[in-house]
């Protein structure tokens, strides 16, 4: 059937019974010729087995279809710095009934390979935006403590990402948390923020799993958990990718 729609042959029927299409299912199981060579041969697979074998495949492609669709929607998905920059994806989770907070920062280089990432627990006493104050400090922090000096902080709480990258004062009633990543911001001349829709911030996100659920802080160095493996592999495959179309 393949020689025939590559036009290599002009007939698709079975050149063995001329009956039907030569199928993969009928030149290994419905030919006459096949059920002959079986026969000689003593037949080590099972039809059933190769039906058991096709639900399997087919079942496993669907995973694989479903990870590419959840790393890559409408165009936002994650993007690579650019040049010798690195990117600090940061995000944070709440778990009310439990007061915890759940910090978390991947941190990545411009071929999506992963160079640093942390997972911290914090007590949880106040509001969204406060809890997004938190977990940009704590990116800066790592970077800081990394000496980390040409980085783009990217988190999917625009509020905050927009509020620290104005200049002018900010005078809401949580403005000296933002006073205060402004002023660490300000210390290397090469940091700067950026909003990320949820997709794009998937990694992060993920390690909500091992922040919320952990009793301590955990960090990472070129190798993270087998939690953010597959998140990681995905958006290293379609950092370059136009999804536009």
């Given at each position: 059937m393949n020689l025939f729609q590559r036009r290599v042959v002009k007939d698709a029927k079975c050149p063995f019974c001329l009956n039907e299409d030569e199928t993969t299912m009928h030149a290994i199981w419905?030919?006459?010729?096949?059920?002959?060579?079986?026969a000689e041969k003593g037949n080590p697979v099972s039809l059933s087995g190769w039906e058991e074998f096709k639900l399997a495949t087919g079942r496993k492609e669907g995973a694989i279809n479903q990870c590419v669709k959840r790393g890559v929607v409408?165009?936002?998905?994650?993007?690579?710095p650019i040049g010798s920059k690195l990117k600090a994806n940061f995000?944070?989770?709440?778990?009310?009934?439990?007061?915890?907070?759940?910090?978390?920062?991947?941190?990545?280089?411009d071929r999506g390979e992963l160079v640093a990432a942390c997972s911290a627990i914090r007590v949880f006493n106040s509001v969204a935006f406060v809890v997004e104050c938190y977990a940009l400090w704590e990116a800066m922090?790592?970077?800081?403590?990394?000496g980390l000096g040409?980085?783009?902080f990217e988190g999917d709480a625009k509020g905050v990402t927009e509020a620290v990258s104005k200049e002018e004062k900010n005078d809401s009633c949580w403005g000296h948390l933002v006073e205060g990543l402004q002023q660490k911001l300000g210390m290397f001349d090469r940091w700067e923020t950026g909003f990320v829709h949820r997709e794009g911030n998937e990694v992060a996100h993920q390690l909500a799993k091992l922040a919320l659920h952990g009793e301590?802080?955990?960090?990472?160095?070129?190798?993270?958990?087998?939690?953010?493996?597959?998140?990681?592999?995905i958006d290293k495959l379609y950092m370059d990718t136009d999804t536009s179309c």
């Open positions: 419905e030919c006459p010729a096949a059920t002959d060579v079986w409408g165009g936002k998905e994650w993007k690579k995000d944070a989770a709440i778990d009310v009934s439990s007061k915890k907070l759940g910090i978390r920062v991947v941190i990545r280089d922090v790592l970077c800081e403590e990394l040409t980085v783009i301590c802080d955990m960090y990472w160095v070129e190798e993270g958990p087998d939690l953010i493996t597959n998140q990681l592999l």
